[in-house]
């Protein structure tokens, strides 16, 4: 059934001028529609607000006014925004109509993309991104769904600004706005904080995915991914796509790192080192074909905008070490039962009063003093060195009066060589003046050499791999005389070749000699059996038997068939004949050659002619070898004699 027909709004008019003749998708915020402009007669894409939502005045009010600043974003990679307005309890976007698919459209039908195709999408992207970037906008819902690909090849990104006000109104309540699948680490653990590196996070993933037509962090919940996005750096594609280049790998990492600082700055910043990477990889680089395995279904539930309720979440845990009001540190638990009263005469007057009017001026004055103490200077907080060069952190530390402590350095897939890695106390910690700040810098990527396993079992050269900081990649199995089933006869990078940690190495595994099948259809099971094991073959009988030309119980077919190769050791299945189907035989005496032939042969049988001497120029069938009416093999030869 075609749901357009039961959609209330197609062949409707909206605001006396866009007439809704097609929907074209529906999403988590919004349905979309193909219209017409009746006043500029132009044909045009409608955003249509859900009604739950459109219900709301404050997300109303904020979406209008974000759509009319993102209409002021003029960009060739950007869908324009034409007007926007209300009709009764719609409220829509009228914009820019592509004609053509969208990136998850693509994904979908190829799988993994040639290097070239993925960074041919990626940089008009990341160029409108970094426009709206530099504009002040942020799109907060990067995803393949919202990358268009017109049928002239443009490509462009749609839906800016209905994030970014959807988002404002949420926050409020503590709930995640986005898709799970290309969500950011603070985007999940601190949305309000969630600025321009939250679309150079999702342009990462979408480039992941773009090169190994998968997502990096799936789960059986969103509970599971969102987790994964927190605790789980995102994966080099090349562990996925052995040969892909480590550019790839570098640029991915990049642009995912879960903290923050340390990915580029915005998409300029990332369209930056991506045409870096575009330019030092080779054609042959580019153009590499990844396997094309089928990508991973896609319901489409994963990849809808969403609310996410923060239970979904991990729990967060209180703040410490922050300038609170004292009441938000107070619980009930902490809160002292008050003290007895005292009864006294009537009329009396205390002798403690006096000592209670001392001490509390006292009690004053050490308070005043603590927090003059407190705010006099006496401490400060550690300052933002992540991503910086040592030099700088030490700079940035004498600025603020504290000391550099000791200095440690790790190697490093993410972080430049030479800049912050982290700090101890982490950065923003409260810390005395002129104590001293430790700080991590990374030494770079660790490189390792990659182990001979030539000769080795899978199993051990799999650990061999791991021991070593490498990634185990793709099995590949051939033939050979020389190596035996199961051992690797080689890999790819070769070993003593230096690498990078967490490449991934491919390997060649042997399935051992090749052994020719020899043809056992219409042999008996045993005989067949004990050819099969003369040449090194397994034996394995299909469930259900067959009719066949060959009698019951002999072998009617085999699979892998003759004169193919398999390895030793390998197992060829045979299904046993039930014997030939028996089919009545039409009576075809008196009958012309020509229609008794016509006859068999549709009745299933193979004809022969015997006309000897008499029949030589005869055209009548005088008798036939099986009677009419009586039953044979289908497909055996009738014979007729011709007078």
């Known amino acids: 059934m075609d749901t357009t027909l039961q959609d209330p709004l197609v062949g409707q008019v909206l605001d006396g001028r866009y007439r809704v003749d097609a929907r074209i998708a529906v999403g988590g915020m919004a349905t979309v529609y193909r219209a017409l402009d009746t006043r500029l007669d132009r044909v045009l894409a409608l955003k249509v607000m859900h009604p739950a939502l459109a219900a709301d005045g404050i997300f109303v009010e904020r ?87 017109g049928d002239d090849g443009r490509v462009k990104v749609a839906d800016f600004g209905l994030v970014r006000s959807v988002n404002n109104v949420t926050n409020s309540s503590g709930a995640v706005l986005g898709t799970v699948s290309y969500l950011s680490p603070e985007q999940i653990d601190r949305p309000n904080t969630a600025d321009a590196r939250v679309d150079v996070y999702a342009c990462g993933v979408m480039l992941y995915e773009m090169l190994t037509g998968s997502q990096p962090h799936e789960g059986e919940s969103p509970a599971i991914v969102l987790y994964k996005h927190l ?55 580019l153009d590499m074909v990844p396997p094309q395995a089928l990508p991973s279904e896609y319901t489409g539930a994963e990849n809808r905008t969403s609310v996410i309720p923060r239970s979904l979440t991990v729990p967060r845990l209180l703040p410490v070490n922050e300038d609170e009001p004292v ?9 002292p039962p008050p003290p007895p009263r005292r009864g006294r005469a009537s009329g009396g007057r205390s002798r403690r009063g006096p000592v209670l009017i001392v001490a509390a001026v006292l009690l004053a004055l050490g308070l005043g003093a603590g ?12 300052p ?7 030099a700088q952190a030490r700079d940035r530390l004498d600025e603020v009066g504290l000391e550099t402590g000791k200095v440690t350095y790790a190697y490093s897939d993410t972080v430049k060589r030479g800049t912050v890695i982290s700090t101890d106390p982490g950065v923003g ?59 690797v006869i080689s890999t790819d990078p070769s070993g003593g070749t230096t690498l990078r940690t967490g490449s991934a190495i491919a390997l060649t595994v042997s399935k051992g000699a090749p052994v020719d099948v020899p043809d056992v259809t219409g042999e008996d099971l045993s005989d067949a059996r004990s050819d099969l094991t003369e040449a090194g073959l397994k034996v394995k009988i299909a469930d259900t038997r067959v009719n066949s030309e060959y009698d019951a119980g002999q072998v009617a077919r085999q699979s892998p068939e003759s004169g193919s190769q398999a390895a030793e050791g390998d197992t060829i299945t045979l299904t046993i004949s039930k014997g030939p189907e028996m089919i009545e035989v039409p009576d075809v005496t008196g009958d012309s050659v020509d229609d008794a ?11 022969e002619e015997d006309r000897g001497l008499l029949g030589l120029f005869g055209d009548t069938v005088r008798k036939q070898s099986v009677e009419g009416g009586e039953t044979a093999p289908k497909g055996s030869t009738i014979t007729i004699t011709i007078r």
């Open 63 to 149: 979406f209008i006014r974000e759509a009319k600043s993102v209409a002021r974003l003029a960009h060739p990679n950007v869908v324009q925004v034409f007007d926007q307005g209300t009709d009764g309890s719609y409220v829509y976007l009228a914009m820019e109509y592509v004609a053509g698919c969208t990136l998850r459209d693509v994904l979908r039908e190829r799988g993994a993309l040639q290097p070239r195709a993925a960074l041919d999408i990626l940089e008009p992207v990341l160029a409108a991104l970094g426009a709206a970037h530099r504009a002040g906008f942020v799109h907060r819902d990067m995803k393949p769904e919202n990358v268009l690909i």
């Open 231 to 285: 605790h789980e750096d995102v994966p080099p594609p090349s562990a996925v796509v052995p040969g892909l280049p480590y550019e790839l790998d570098e640029l991915v990492a990049s642009a995912t790192a879960r903290t923050p600082e340390l990915r580029p700055y915005d998409a300029v910043a990332l369209l930056a080192q991506t045409r870096d990477a575009h330019g030092r990889l080779s054609d042959a680089q």
């Open 327 to 335: 009441h938000h540190r107070t619980s009930v638990l902490e809160t």
């Open 371 to 382: 927090v003059w103490y407190i705010n006099s200077g006496q401490f400060t907080r550690v």
């Open 384 to 390: 933002a060195l992540l991503a910086k060069t040592e």
């Open 429 to 487: 910690s409260r810390i005395r003046n002129n104590d001293s700040v430790a700080i991590t810098v990374s030494r770079g990527p660790q490189t390792v050499k990659v182990p001979d396993v030539d000769g080795d079992a899978l199993g051990t050269a799999r650990n061999r791999l791991k021991a070593e900081g490498l990634q185990p990649g793709m099995v590949t199995r051939e033939f050979s005389d020389d190596v035996p089933r199961g051992f």
């Open 597 to 607: 032939k016509s006859a068999l042969e549709e009745a299933g049988f193979q004809v």
